[in-house]
């Protein structure tokens, strides 16, 4: 693993920071595997239109939404493999057991 410069923590602190908000960290998980619009996430998630567009401007401008338009349409899904992977390899590690960390390796 490469040693990070000052500016990439701070960038990679900051998406940390972003994704770890619990209303933001929804919507990335509520687009995971399907795009879905500002109205179908403020639904699915019972918050506000409005407040979900806050979110997604601020996940998008982070790069870790992206946001097509099609048509008269903008659908929100992951930037990228990266932001999946992250997401699928945290969801992974908060599922493991507690025994299984206990090792004492690192």
Do not use: C, W
Not at 35 to 55: F, N, R, Y
Not at 83 to 103: C, K, L, N, Y
């Amino acid at each position: 693993m490469r040693t990070l410069d000052e500016g990439e923590i701070l960038a990679l602190a900051e998406m940390l920071r972003l994704m770890g908000d619990p209303n933001r960290l929804a919507i990335i998980l509520a687009v995971r595997d399907v795009a879905k619009s500002v109205g179908q996430i403020a639904t699915e998630l019972g918050q506000s239109p409005s407040l979900v567009s806050h979110h997604l401007r601020l996940l998008r401008a982070a790069r870790i939404l992206k946001a097509p338009r099609q048509g008269k349409h903008v659908f929100y899904s992951a930037a990228d493999q990266h932001v999946e992977r992250v997401i699928a390899d945290m969801t992974e590690h908060v599922g493991e057991p507690v025994s299984h960390h206990a090792g004492g390796d690192g």
